[in-house]
């Protein structure tokens, strides 16, 4: 009879130590971690506005059935399942889905990963009433391709929340000289400077891809507080975007 079970204890325990890197606060993911409270912030504050939801209640968000694209280790999908969303976190990176995975079931979190893209979950027909696109846009080839998308794994009336970072010399020397070449925060190279989306620009491109941008902030760094906070006004280097598809 052959044998059904086919787990690797060894390489479970890789994927522990990956999942313990991805949730340390002082390793290498520090600076999303930093971020985090920020960006959930702005997040579950246009989802409530949007859906008419209490934040102050135990599971706002259920009923809800809500994508996080681009997920890595699942710091966006876990919150959003704490607060009674159905989750589904998507990654083209194949090796973070594991992780995530080991993440969310030593919380005891129902999260369903997979190592897929935007453009093959609107080929299966998947639909959802929140899209969670945060720090992926300056990342792929085609941004108006991909937040079309987006767009179509949309339900009409469902909202996506889009952050990238501003092209500019303060973005570059914040994001690149600095985060990556001074700080150490990210690995050399983690960001293309040509590749960076000013707001207008992204603006422009969530209206080609269908969708209405109905809001846009700005996160910012503050070296003394070594903390971040929204803005109203100050997009010059991280922002974010909110926006509807038409019902």
């Known amino acids: ?16 130590a990956m999942a313990a890197e991805w949730w340390d606060p002082d390793g290498k993911f520090k600076p ?14 246009q989802i409530a506005a949007e859906f008419g939801r209490d934040l102050t209640t135990p599971h706002p968000f259920k009923g809800l ?16 399942a704490r607060l009674g969303a159905t989750v589904v976190g998507a990654d083209a990176a194949e090796r973070n889905i594991p ?19 935007a453009e093959a979950l609107v080929e299966a ?20 391709a991909f937040l079309s998308a987006c767009h179509d794994l949309l339900k009409p009336g469902g909202l996506m929340t889009c952050s990238t970072i501003n092209r500019n010399a303060k973005s570059y020397a914040m994001a690149i000289i600095g985060a990556e070449h001074i700080m150490r925060w990210l690995p050399k190279g983690t960001h293309e400077w040509s590749k960076f989306i000013t ?11 269908g969708l209405d941008p109905v809001d846009r902030k700005g996160f910012v760094f503050n070296p003394i507080s070594w903390s971040w906070r929204l803005s109203e006004r100050d997009l010059s280097v991280n922002y974010v975007t909110a926006s509807v598809r038409p019902s």
Do not use: W
């Open 125 to 144: 027909g998947e639909t959802f009433d929140a899209v969670l696109n945060m720090e992926v846009v300056e990342h792929v080839s085609d941004p108006l």
């Open 65 to 80: 059935r809500i994508l996080d694209i681009g997920c890595g280790g699942g710091l966006l999908s876990e919150p959003m």
């Open 1 to 16: 009879m052959a044998n059904l079970n086919t787990i690797d204890a060894s390489e479970i325990e890789k994927f522990q």
């Open 199 to 209: 707001p207008d620009e992204l603006y422009e491109l969530l209206s080609k891809a």
């Open 32 to 45: 999303l971690h930093m971020l985090n409270p920020c960006r959930l912030s702005y997040i579950t504050s």
């Open 99 to 117: 992780v995530a995975r080991v993440h969310a079931e030593q919380q005891g979190l129902d999260i369903d990963y997979r190592h897929t893209s």
